[in-house]
Nanobody, 120 residues
Framework: VQLQASGGGLVRAGGSLRLSCAAS????????MGWFRQAPGKEREFVTA???????YYADSVKGRFTVSRDSAKDTVHLQMNSLKPEDTAVYYC???????????????WGQGTQVTVSS
């Protein structure tokens, strides 16, 4: 399985960005995809995940601001990030796994990171 992330960039506080992640290869082994992020000097942390059945999970820090969705026809997930804050600045990593539990804790697959920078 390969994960290709896109989107990201520089935005002012209060602005919005949209990330996308496309899965390819043996995608029939996947049942969930999601996003993690890692800020400078900090550990990588869970952001959100969505199962193929539509169950979603969010970190408390992004609830109400971020929305994860899935395009099942394209094995792609999107992360709409609104009301961005400087503390959202991080490298965002797409992740995927064989269950929603594994995807939120120890994903089996990782994509390359994409930088999100929120200026104050």
């Amino acid at each position: 399985v390969q994960l290709q992330a896109s989107g990201g960039g520089l935005v002012r506080a209060g602005g919005s960005l949209r990330l996308s992640c496309a899965a390819s290869g043996r995608t029939d082994s996947l049942t969930a995809m999601g996003w993690f992020r890692q800020a400078p000097g900090k550990e990588r942390e869970f952001v959100t995940a969505i199962s193929w059945s539509g169950i979603t999970y969010y970190a408390d820090s992004v609830k109400g601001r971020f929305t994860v969705s899935r395009d099942s026809a394209k094995d792609t997930v999107h992360l709409q990030m609104n009301s961005l804050k400087p503390e959202d600045t991080a490298v965002y990593y797409c992740a995927a796994g064989g269950s929603i539990h594994s995807t939120t804790h120890y994903p089996g697959y990782w994509g390359q990171g994409t930088q999100v920078t929120v200026s104050s």
